[in-house]
């Protein structure tokens, strides 16, 4: 009963996010509509027992790549300002009723035992602590060096944002 409910949620979530992503027509709403699709998706996997997929679906499509995407944006620059204004009367008290009952669906998902290993099952593979630790031991150099390109390509990419901007200040006070 709850993988259904989890799945009639997560279902309505990531088509909306979907419809987000193509429909909207500022980019960084499309990114976040992007984003609530992986989420949703990685949803998924936990309830049919791949948490390590679900992990990494987290970490690095709605992480990294969702990141990548934002500088992406910022670098292409924004222009139109985001009215501020609710339309919706009711917009923030649906929005924060939704988030508790996310919240209660959290809650309920992690008291249950999604993961059944059957008895007289041998040394397990594929685990997320199994391919951990091959992670940080066997391949720690390559896994180290990856990471320190990704913090030069993000810190590259603000300080190229913050670059132009200090061009297009030079310009507008001449």
Known sequence: MIEMSL??????????????????????????????????????YVVQGAHFIAAV??????????TLFLFVIMLIGVDRAVSREETL??????????LAL???GILLAGRTAWVIAPPGLGAPSGTAEVIGDALFRRWLLPFE??????????VGTVALALW??????????S
Request: no cysteine.
């Open 164 to 173: 132009r901007r200090g061009d297009d200040e030079a310009e507008e006070s």
């Open 145 to 154: 060096l990856t990471a320190l390109l990704l913090v030069v390509a993000a």
């Open 89 to 98: 009367p009711l917009q923030r008290p649906m929005a924060l009723g939704l």
């Open 102 to 104: 996310f919240g209660a």
């Open 57 to 66: 679906q987290i970490i690095i499509y709605a992480g990294a790549v969702m």
């Open 7 to 44: 799945f009639i949620v997560f279902g309505a979530a990531a088509v909306y996010g979907g419809l987000v992503m193509i429909l909207a027509r500022n980019p960084v709403f499309s990114a976040l509509g992007l984003m609530l699709s992986m989420f949703s998706l990685a949803i998924f």
